[in-house]
């Protein structure tokens, strides 16, 4: 299963959920905080927490439960779904 955590509006969390809809995959959103350059404001705390227990409070994130990576960074992100499932 893949999860993208993300936050509607912010233009790097965008390009990943481009790319998983181009490639067709279904994916679960999770939507921790609202963008901003520091980090919007929590939205929803239980998430928020499971986006930070990697120590990092970056969107968007990614989760690939299947291949058990996680990782940051939307060009990664689009990356890793085009070499993987592409």
Not at 55 to 60: A, F, L, R, T
Request: some cysteine; charged content about 25%.
């Amino acid at each position: 299963m893949l999860e993208l955590y993300q936050s509607e509006g912010c233009p790097h969390s965008e390009k990943a959920r481009t790319k998983l809809s181009e490639l067709g995959l279904s994916y679960v959103i999770h939507n921790p905080r609202l963008p901003g350059d520091a980090g919007g404001d929590v939205t929803n705390e239980l998430i928020h927490q499971q986006l930070t227990a990697d120590g990092e409070d970056q969107i968007p994130y990614l989760v690939d439960t299947d291949r058990g990576v996680t990782m940051y960074e939307s060009d990664d992100i689009v990356a890793y779904l085009g070499e993987h499932y592409g």
